[in-house]
């Protein structure tokens, strides 16, 4: 059993380094917008968590030159910036209000350092998730996209239940490069209602 959880966080891993990625997370992201198709040409997107940068790569390719992708994280990417896309090192709790212009997409791969203890990272995961969502409100355009990574466990169904009451679909969702034993999901928000 360990083998194949190695094998298959080598798949990734590589796959990733392949193709110029500097984490295996973008596969999570592809197979998510492949499934939802949420991002378009065109499109100004927050990515909230950015760095180390793959997913603000594959974002950047997704919303074109028209697009911007704004990436915000506590530490420096390491990637470099293309002309459709924008970096802000700060922490996201700071900058809740802090975009005086909205965003076609919201998106938060945010994790906080994890502990090992199951109940401290899902609560620390989950501070993070109400604080994208504190952003959502403030900065998402009506009928926008919101997608969040979350770790399963308390408080996560009565979050999941706080995001039906702002959007029109909503899911969750567990992409296949999300290594077996995590308990990480992520959540499709797709509609903003905004009244």
């Not at 997107?45 to 603000?56: E, F, R, T, Y």
């Not at 594959?58 to 990637?79: F, R, S």
């Not at 009565?158 to 969750?172: A, G, R």
């Amino acid at each position: 059993m360990k083998k194949q959880k190695n094998t298959r966080q080598d798949f990734y891993f590589k796959k990733a380094k392949e193709q110029n990625y500097p984490a295996r997370s973008v596969y999570k992201l592809q197979e998510i917008n492949k499934k939802y198709r949420f991002i378009m040409p065109g499109d100004f997107v927050l990515d909230i968590g950015c760095a180390p940068g793959s997913w603000m790569i594959y974002l950047a390719e997704k919303v074109g030159k028209k697009g911007m992708v704004t990436g915000v994280d506590i530490v420096d990417l390491k990637i470099p910036l293309k002309e459709n896309m924008k970096f802000i090192k700060a922490d996201i709790r700071e900058l809740v209000n802090g975009f005086s212009k909205k965003f076609d997409v919201i998106v938060s791969d945010a994790a906080p350092g994890t502990s090992g203890v199951h109940f401290v990272d899902v609560a620390k995961s989950l501070e993070l998730a109400k604080t994208a969502l504190d952003v959502v409100k403030q900065s998402l355009k009506r009928r926008g996209t919101f997608v969040c990574k979350i770790f399963e466990g308390d408080g996560t169904d009565e979050f999941l239940e706080e995001i039906k009451t702002l959007f029109t679909f909503v899911k969750s969702y567990r992409p296949s490069a999300v290594r077996k034993y995590s308990r990480e999901f992520y959540l499709i928000a797709k509609i903003f209602k905004n009244e």
